[in-house]
């Protein structure tokens, strides 16, 4: 490509698309790239503040930013997804369905730390509906050396760098524990927010029960619905140091692997993960989760309801950004809390 005076411009094609920006009425590609410049438009271009123009001039080794952007877009785009036409040299990629949304971001940084690239991502392990925006590509020049999308393309690797994982996960088996709930004392507080929480991911409890503070029973019951088929089994309650806290004990004793007993998340420190062979996870639930708007639950659950098995190392690393600020207003999942890994 080559700069030109705008007033030398009639004939020529333009090399990008050219956005007019008209306060309140207007912010769009007036002239797209390939437009051949007319006589009529000189007068408009100007008032865009265009004194000078780039149009095209095709080089052997070098490519515009459009297929730049498809060449990125190409390195991010997985199952789930797909790519907006490309505008202004830009490309966006949307959600297919309602998932969860992951990053390999080791080698999303990789690629952003080449001059020139721009690869823009939510944040992994995030919740996202369909119709979602999930990233963006692009370029940062008008056009680029070959050569510079080709060692980014091996710093790619043959597999893309987003994942969006479709829920997966449809019953819960859930058993609210505490003798002041089992023997009437006490509403059930609990049980509302774990079936609202559930239902944002397309998630059923279909099993239900109060054994109270019944170590053997709390043990009988997750059994039993494991066994019943449920996709998840989750505890409410009991689960502080206290001796009269039965619920850790009651887990561990049903057999399934402790992957954790304890988070660095606050609220949330006295969550529980564990996951039985068949691969049905276990949850003990802290009392935070009944009154909190946003814990380590809710960081969890994502992943969870997609079958995407969480770690201890993942657990662990979630003290990073694990302290939520208690905002008069909370606005989770818009804010901090969660987003260190």
């Known amino acids: 490509m080559k700069l030109i005076d705008t007033r030398n411009a009639v004939g020529h094609v333009l090399c990008h698309d050219l956005t007019q920006i008209i306060p309140g009425v207007t912010k769009d590609a007036r002239f797209r790239k390939g437009h051949v410049v007319r006589e009529e438009d000189i007068p408009v271009l100007l008032s865009m503040g265009k004194e000078h123009l780039y149009v095209w001039e ?32 830009k490309i966006e990629l949307i959600a297919d369905c309602d998932g969860l949304f992951q990053v390999d971001v080791e080698r999303l940084n990789a690629l952003n730390s080449e001059d020139e690239i721009m690869i823009a991502t939510r944040h992994t392990n995030t919740a996202v509906r369909r119709g979602d925006k999930l990233a963006g590509t692009r370029i940062i020049p008008l056009v680029i050396a070959e050569e510079k999308l080709k060692t980014v393309e091996a710093k790619a690797g043959d597999t893309p760098i987003l994942r969006l994982t479709p829920w997966k996960l449809k019953t819960c088996g859930l058993i609210t524990t505490g003798s002041e709930v089992a023997n009437g004392l006490i509403q059930d507080s609990f049980t509302p927010v774990i079936v609202d929480k559930l239902a944002a991911y397309g998630i059923r409890v279909t099993e239900h029960c109060l054994p109270g503070d019944d170590r053997a029973a709390i043990t009988a019951a997750a059994l039993a619905f494991r066994d019943r088929g449920v996709d998840m089994v989750l505890c409410t309650g009991g689960m502080s140091v206290d001796p009269d806290d039965r619920t850790p004990g009651a887990i561990r004793d049903t057999g399934a692997e402790i992957v954790s007993y304890g988070a660095p998340v ?19 639930l802290p009392g935070c989760v009944m009154y909190a708007k946003a814990t380590v639950f809710d960081l969890v659950l994502p992943r ?8 201890r190392a993942e657990l662990k ?13 909370c606005h989770y999942p818009v804010c901090p809390f969660g987003k260190g890994v």
């Open 266 to 284: 606050l609220p949330g420190a006295m969550f529980l993960l564990g996951y039985f062979d068949s691969g049905v996870p276990i949850m003990g």
């Open 317 to 329: 690393a979630m003290g990073h950004g694990g302290l939520c600020l208690g905002c008069g207003e």
């Open 58 to 89: 095709k080089e052997p080794g070098m490519l515009h930013e459009n297929e730049a952007a498809e060449r990125l877009r190409a390195l991010c785009q997985n199952e789930h997804m797909h790519p907006t036409p490309v505008k202004e040299g």
């Open 304 to 311: 969870i309801a997609a079958g995407v098995r969480v770690s």
